[in-house]
């Protein structure tokens, strides 16, 4: 298989996941790295051995050698990353939260589209195990025709230590932790045609909401919550586990704490353990997130060969990140928002 070379912009925190996931993801090599830190810059480089170091963005796609661009650095600079590799003429893959806004979204998607060229967002949280185990019940009619859920991510597990900058914005879980719950109802639920959302900040040492309810009105007649919190102090803490509940015409599906999926239908009840691998190169508890990265780096190449569309293009994300500020709308404004009118 012909190797495709990768570059990669932002070497921090999240950047060590992808870059040991792009060592075993086949098909695909990173052979360039760019940070405006040098620090960053000389850590990455030397653990993974990549010897083309930029701290200039544009330096690095001038002087070109690589396939694709794998976009790994704060929101702040999504637009400005994706219209240079658009204007270059590389296909791209673009962290979450895609963009500061809907409409910076929709242009990139555009740039993209124009030039012809490949865009993914890096919204992994569907490819986990465990959400694609649900998918697969569901899709085998295990339950029924799907009439109610709930995806609910509740933990006190203190993210701030490995991304300080999560406490320092004006909006913080719904940006950036809901955008993966809001993506995975959409996944297992179909697309969302209103919504309504309440939030509140219960940590006093953080700018954002920690806290978000949001029921989704779905194009299919169902109905789910999406509930999300960085304030609940469990016994057993969940970090970074997502829990589904789903009443269908003819059973549930229940995806409980502990990676255990039970399905219950009139045949009876049959109950899974759906847990994540530990790859070589993961630690618990982000074993379930990192196997994910692992996922959609390998779904990038494979559909890249293909020549087909992946499962989190640009123009899917634009239906998750609208999601995002409709709740941040209906929140702020006490309302139900119209999704199918921002689109
Ligand atoms: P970080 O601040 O640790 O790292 C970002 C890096 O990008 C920094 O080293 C910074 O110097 C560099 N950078 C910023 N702008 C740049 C530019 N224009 N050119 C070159 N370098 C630039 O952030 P992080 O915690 O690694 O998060 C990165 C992204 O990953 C965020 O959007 C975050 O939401 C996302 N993230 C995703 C997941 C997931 O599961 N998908 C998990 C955690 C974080
Ligand atoms: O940034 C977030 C993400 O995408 O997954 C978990 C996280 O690291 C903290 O909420």
């Not at 050698?65 to 219209?83: C, K, M, N």
Request: aromatic share 8%.
């Amino acid at each position: 298989m012909t190797e495709l070379k990768g570059a990669l912009i932002g070497c921090g925190f999240f950047a060590i996941n992808q870059m040991h996931a792009w060592k075993d993801v086949e098909g695909a090599d990173i052979v360039a790295i760019c940070d405006r830190d040098p620090e960053r810059l000389k850590v990455v480089g030397d653990q993974f051995g990549i010897d083309r170091r930029y701290r200039d963005a544009e330096a690095m796609f001038a002087d070109g050698g690589f396939d694709f661009v794998d976009i790994a650095t704060t929101v702040q600079s999504h637009r400005a990353l994706v219209e240079m590799a658009a204007v270059n003429k590389v296909p791209a893959i673009c962290q979450k939260p895609f963009a500061k806004t809907l409409s910076d979204a929709k242009a990139m998607v555009e740039a993209c589209r124009n030039a012809g060229v490949a865009l993914m967002v890096h919204e992994n949280f569907r490819w986990q195990t465990p959400i694609q185990a649900v998918r697969k019940a569901l899709d085998a009619g295990t339950i029924g025709t799907p009439f109610w859920g709930r995806f609910s991510f509740r933990s006190g597990y203190d993210v701030f230590s490995g991304q300080p900058y999560l406490a320092e914005g004006e909006r913080f879980i719904i940006e950036d932790l809901g955008i993966h719950t809001l993506d995975i109802a959409r996944y297992i639920l179909g697309d969302i045609r209103s919504l309504t959302a309440r939030t509140k900040r219960v940590n006093p040492k953080i700018k954002g909401e920690d806290v978000a309810t949001i029921l989704l009105d779905h194009e299919n007649g169902a109905t789910s919550v999406v509930d999300v919190s960085y304030a609940t102090k469990l016994s057993k803490e969940p970090f970074p586990e997502t829990l589904i509940e789903l009443d269908g015409s003819e059973g549930t599906i229940r995806l409980t704490q502990g990676y255990r999926l039970e399905i219950a239908h009139g045949r009876g009840t049959t109950t899974m353990d759906v847990s994540p691998k530990l790859l070589s190169w993961a630690s618990r508890p982000w074993h379930n997130i990192q196997e994910s990265v692992y996922a959609i780096q390998q779904h990038w190449v494979d559909q890249i060969k293909r020549g087909a569309e992946h499962s989190t293009s640009g123009a899917d994300n634009l239906k998750t990140f609208a999601l995002v500020e409709a709740a941040y709308d209906s929140a702020a404004r006490g309302q139900t928002i119209d999704v199918g009118a921002m689109l």
